[in-house]
């Protein structure tokens, strides 16, 4: 078990539920804490967990803090810079990377060159520039353990046997979000309401809507391949609507196991914290006499096309990946603003794609370029 956290993005889904965690476990204290403007929820965390260090997106977000938790020992700071500096805090052992989108990236770097354990919940980060990070990790002898629940479910599938030899397929589980079943038609007319009305989780607006468009699924697909070390002929997705079966392995034999629990990210995220130990969680308890029948289907790439583009870029790599990354966050941003339609998504991330310059072995900064360049492909396409 981990003796001491920091949490970025502490003020969002999973960041609150770390947080929760956290509370639960008296061993563990906080080092530092990050958010993006919510000021208000960041100096009641603050009060409540008494961390090193809190930083805030903007300065004037940090100045704000610094009023209202002026009577605390709390050092505040703001920005990249802030956000690296509570990822490589001296005193924590462990940093939850809850944060959205790239921003992830560098301060999943710095936590890595200071040999920290990663709860990984930044998808992006391995989209991105995944190959850089395992390598980092390996280099470092650092530990990534995915907050994710389906590759928690992975993960814990696999703690008897790491080998990816012994591997045949990885199967993640997919609840189809809130648009299943619906033909193309009804697609064109869905709204933002409509998309952010997930059956199952309770998420933050972005990972909600990557869900309707099943975009979450092929970034978890990209996540799967970094992380196990396999390609994407071997990480397959099925939908299952009940969120029961997190994820599956299926082994050379033919043997195939699975984790099994109530749609709860409590239980991956406490994992993270006390592996290779478990500890009691606060999380309902499965009844499989009361659940219902689990089903299983293939998704429908052809309506929800973002599943079969991030395949695409999976099996390109490069910079491929970032910038389809890139532009799905821009292209989200415009949905949830209103501005674009739920078929847009799909037709700007692809135009971005094809109109990134592509880069086979990419550096760090490559990386960044192609997301910077996707982005902006995105509002020329408007």
């Not at 060159?113 to 980060?125: C, Q």
Request: proline share 4%; charged share 25%; net charge negative.
């Amino acid at each position: 078990m981990v003796k001491c956290v920091s949490v970025l993005g502490s003020t969002g889904s999973i960041g609150r539920q770390s947080l929760d965690i956290i509370g639960r476990l008296p061993e563990i204290r906080v080092a530092a804490l990050s958010a993006g403007s919510d000021v208000e929820r960041m100096a009641q965390q603050c009060r409540r967990f008494r961390p090193e260090l809190a930083v805030m997106a903007t300065q004037e977000a940090a100045s704000r803090l610094a009023e209202a938790i002026s009577d605390l020992d709390i050092c505040i700071a703001w920005g990249e810079e802030g956000l690296i500096r509570a990822a490589a805090m001296e005193s924590a052992d462990c940093v939850i990377t809850a944060v959205v989108g790239m921003v992830g990236l560098k301060p999943t770097l710095a936590a890595i060159r200071a040999g920290k354990r990663i709860g990984l919940a930044n998808k992006e980060t391995l989209v991105c520039a995944g190959e850089l990070v395992m390598a980092e990790a390996e280099k470092y002898g650092v530990e990534i353990i995915p907050v994710d629940s389906e590759h928690s479910a992975i993960f814990q599938c696999l703690m008897g046997n790491r080998s990816k030899d012994q591997i045949r397929r990885l199967i993640l589980t997919c609840s189809g979000g809130p648009f299943f079943g619906m033909d193309e038609e009804q697609l064109k007319t869905v709204t933002k309401a409509d998309a952010l009305k997930h059956p199952n989780w309770k998420m933050g607006a972005k990972i909600t809507v990557d869900c309707a468009t099943l975009m979450n699924k092929g970034l978890e697909v990209i996540e799967a391949m970094r992380l196990y070390g396999l390609p994407a002929e071997q990480v397959d997705v099925v939908i299952h609507r009940q969120s029961i079966v997190h994820s599956m392995v299926e082994f050379v034999d033919g043997a195939v196991m699975a984790q099994l629990g109530t749609p709860d990210m409590r239980l991956p995220i406490q994992l993270a914290l006390t592996y290779p130990d478990r500890a009691p969680c606060p999380v309902d308890r499965l009844d499989l006499l009361t659940c219902g029948d689990l089903t299983f289907r293939k998704p429908d790439t052809r309506r929800f096309p973002c599943l079969a583009l991030a395949y695409e870029c999976a099996k390109r790599g490069g910079t491929a990946c970032p910038a389809m990354n890139g532009a799905n966050e821009e292209a989200v941003a415009l949905f949830l603003a209103d501005k674009i339609g739920f078929y847009d998504i799909y037709r700007l991330v692809r135009t971005a794609v094809e109109a990134v310059p592509f880069v086979e072995n990419p550096t760090l900064e490559q990386i960044l370029e192609a997301d910077r360049l996707a982005r902006k492909a995105v509002a020329h396409g408007l």
